[in-house]
């Protein structure tokens, strides 16, 4: 009932105004209405995306959340080996040591530590390795002569490189 | 529109950021390091390496491998410069056939602006690795004293390798972004960067929107590389004198010696003596040999106070100089001071730095990310990100509901970005309660008559049931220009009450602050009356429990039980209403032990006295009144 009157009303109106101004008002508002989905679009992807992020952040944090800790105790392992080489020299040593020393390391292979295979022969990685000096030998130039400090790796990162000597020609070899 | 990133192409460290929600984000690289070595090599087998894996094989293959190559970038071979650079680095460098300088990577000669291009182009694709996008363009910074030629050497190495450069920045004027300040009128800035092979001082002048370098200084051959040698060969003669033993020569004990003394330094920062523990570094005839040496921060300071002084010196002079050589300000003119490069995070450089102002520097942004992240901002400005952030308003102050006891239950914390809407289910605190009254306050204090009243209204026609069994779902919804809508909603009859409030966020900063100051004066007695309303609803809900437990088991119950249990709900009755919230605590605690032998006696009759210990009440899954269930 109420919708006829307001038809009647509503027409003459229409007529009235200004078809130009009418249609620069529909050409803002549209403008407009462009700008504003456009921006709630970008904002809601944005959003999606932070979330995304922030997950894969949070993941990553738990996953190398002990990088630092195990850095520090890495040193504590290698010092741990100069140790038991040093004893090696002046006789037997007792067993236990030893498995304190795979004690230390079984920890931290759960918590994703994995020491990287090095052997002398292998080819220089820079990836994995760091070349500390170069010494004659009779591997080829340029290859791992000896490793002097195991590299690890923790999950996919290497957490520190295996540092090595590279063997290089002997003088007077060619 | 791809991304515009910013960065940071550094002496010794490369760094690069993006802008990622209106804030600069630093981009880790392959590595999965924040900054990146500026070093590029061609390995011995002929393959081109950058960054950290070109610095893993330097000292093997030194004269193929080129590091600080900005010094070089941009120069005439005969700039004194070169020539002084050319004494110690220790690849090949030669003069271009144009007069530049070229330098020899593996059987190649190449431009300084190739071997920049090399490190960038590794930038440009760790930055699209972790975008998962394409990067075309760039913001590139350098030091404020570049002239026109090294800056365009510097854009050319961005174009070799892929990048539009769309400005390149100063690098202390990227600093000053990053802390916002080319907003502020008329201040004059003082960037102290104390890099790790570079001192650069920059003064620089905000007007209208723009920055202007004012004056620079420093010294091209001091930074914290410099540190870590004087306490590296101060470690070597002190260990020296004590086992008579010389560790510079072998190259593990030195690399080993190296890192420890750069752990001192950092640990020294925030430490006031460290331990450099080294066991087994050497050995003689008497067997191995171990390293052990305390290190104070006064100690540290005195082996570098010379180069502290110097950059003191040097600032100072660039402040004061008349120019050309200087700003020509007093000390007093500066307004801001800011710390960039790690190297300013030794408290005795921060202590001389302010000093020479009297004020304190800025230094809340990481130093060796903020001129990386000052190239981000300048970035998101050409790419429009930063002048097209869509302004959200705060909640300003909580906004809550009254529940049982008149205690404020939050339902949406100060400080929440709206638009934004929340809803949580309460239930009725008495039995056979048909309605509830909704009141909604704002502020920080915990009794609801504390806060601010917004609103209340009621919600009836609940039908009579047990307390907490009706579910009255109250929704807040704010939108984006403050008008809050709080509607009531009983689940079991659909009826649904709700109120509009226009303007919740738009109380005037006075309000606010006083608001705020009033909860934070209150605190503590404020908590203590809290904790005394939690109490004596607990205790309501146990004396509920208590009853409706010894109507349920009814004759069941032996006479001593029962006389036990009446004497506890008396006790407890007497307390509840007190202020003494531990009274009221121990009370509901004798009571909720008495209650079990309720359970007890009911099972030992049931089952003729087996199995005594399984006999919970059946109050067990009585739902917790007042506690709202989230949504």
């Known amino acids: 009932m109420s919708d006829e009157p307001q038809n009647i009303m509503n027409e003459p109106e229409l007529e009235a105004a200004d078809p130009k101004l009418l249609s620069e008002q529909l050409a803002a508002a549209e403008r407009q209405r462009d700008e504003y989905l456009a921006g709630w679009q970008r904002a809601k992807a944005d959003f999606l995306n932070y979330k995304k992020e922030e997950m894969a952040r949070l993941q990553d944090a738990i996953k190398y959340g002990s990088e630092d800790l195990v850095k520090d105790l890495i040193s504590v392992l290698d010092n741990f080996d100069l140790a038991l080489r040093s004893l090696e020299r002046s006789g037997p040593v007792e067993k236990g040591i030893y498995l304190i020393r795979s004690q230390i390391e079984d920890i931290l292979k759960k918590r994703g530590l994995a020491r990287m295979e090095i052997k002398p022969g292998d080819p220089f990685d820079p990836a994995t390795m760091e070349a500390m000096t170069e010494t004659p030998s009779d591997l080829p130039p340029g290859t791992v002569a000896e490793e002097i400090e195991p590299g690890y790796r923790l999950h996919e990162k290497v957490l520190r490189a295996s540092r090595v000597i590279l063997s290089k020609q002997k003088e007077g070899s060619d | ?631």
């Open chain 2, 1 to 631: 529109m791809s991304k515009i990133i910013g960065i940071d192409l550094g002496t010794t460290n490369s760094a690069v950021a993006v802008m990622e929600g209106g804030e600069p984000k630093i981009l880790e690289n392959a590595e999965g390091n924040r900054t990146t070595p500026s070093i590029a090599a061609a390995s011995k087998t002929g393959e081109r390496l950058v960054g950290l894996l070109a610095k893993r094989q330097s000292v093997t293959n030194p004269k193929n491998t080129i590091f600080s190559v900005k010094r070089l970038i941009g120069r005439k071979f005969s700039d004194p410069e070169v020539t002084r650079d050319k004494a110690w680095l220790p690849y090949d460098i030669q003069a271009s056939p144009t007069g530049g300088v070229e330098v020899k990577m593996g059987d190649k000669w190449y431009s300084p602006e190739e071997i920049s291009a090399a490190i960038l182009a590794k930038l440009k694709a760790d930055a699209e690795a972790r975008l998962g996008e394409k990067v075309e363009e760039a913001v590139i910074t350098v030091p404020a004293y570049f002239d026109d030629s090294e800056r365009q050497a510097t854009k050319n190495a961005g174009e070799i390798a892929g990048l539009k450069v769309r400005r390149i920045l100063n690098e202390p004027t990227a600093a000053a972004l990053a802390y916002g300040m080319n907003k502020q009128k008329n201040e004059k800035i003082v960037v102290y960067d104390f890099g790790g092979g570079t001192f650069d001082i920059s003064v620089l002048e905000v007007g209208d929107d723009t920055v202007e370098v004012k004056a620079t200084g420093g010294d091209t051959h001091l930074g914290g590389d410099d540190f870590d040698k004087k306490i590296q060969e101060y470690l070597v003669d002190e260990y020296r004198k004590q086992e008579g033993i010389d560790i510079s020569k072998d190259a593990l004990a030195l690399q080993r010696l190296k890192e420890a003394a750069e752990k001192a330094k950092h640990e020294l920062s925030t430490a006031m003596e460290t331990e450099i523990n080294l066991p087994y570094i050497s050995s003689d005839a008497n067997g191995p040999k171990h390293f052990v040496m305390k290190l104070s921060r006064a100690k540290l300071e005195s082996l570098v106070q010379d180069y502290i002084d110097r950059s003191v010196q040097l600032t100072k002079e660039t402040v004061t100089s008349p120019a050309p050589k200087g700003a020509g300000y007093q000390i007093s003119d500066i307004n801001e001071v800011i710390l960039v490069g790690g190297q300013t995070r030794m408290p005795a450089m921060v202590d001389a730095v302010r000093k020479l102002f009297g004020k304190d520097p800025h230094q809340g942004i990481n130093p060796d990310e903020v001129v990386a992240q000052g190239a981000a901002v300048q970035a998101g400005i050409l790419q429009g990100d930063v002048k097209d952030i869509l302004l959200l308003d705060v909640t300003p102050l909580s906004l809550s509901i009254e529940t049982y006891g008149g205690v404020a239950t939050p339902m949406i914390p100060k400080n929440t970005t709206v638009p934004t809407a929340k809803t949580q289910t309460f239930s009725t605190a008495a039995d056979n309660q048909t309605s509830v009254e909704v009141h909604i306050v704002q502020g920080e204090r915990p009794m609801a008559a504390d806060n601010k009243t917004l609103a209340r209204f009621i919600l009836d026609g609940i039908p009579p049931s047990p307390r907490g069994l009706p579910q009255i779902e109250v929704a807040f919804d704010i939108d984006a220009n403050g008008i809050l809508n709080v509607s009531a909603k009983d689940k079991g009859t659909g009826k649904m009450q709700s109120v509009k409030i226009q303007a919740s966020t738009n109380l005037s900063k006075e309000d606010i602050e006083k608001m705020k100051q009033e909860a934070a004066a209150h605190a503590a007695e404020d908590e203590k009356k809290k904790e005394l309303i939690e109490a004596r609803n607990q205790a309501e809900s146990s004396l509920y429990i208590a009853e409706k437990a010894m109507k349920d088991a009814g004759e069941k119950l032996p006479a001593d039980v029962k006389t036990g249990v009446d004497a506890k709900i008396e006790d407890l009755k007497k307390v509840k209403d007190g202020d003494d919230a531990t009274a009221i605590r121990a009370a509901m605690e004798s009571l909720s032990a008495e209650i079990q032998k309720i359970g007890q006696a009911v099972y030992n009759k049931e089952n003729g006295g087996q199995n005594p210990d399984d006999g919970a009440g059946p109050e067990q899954t009585e739902p917790e009144p007042h506690q709202p269930d989230q949504n």
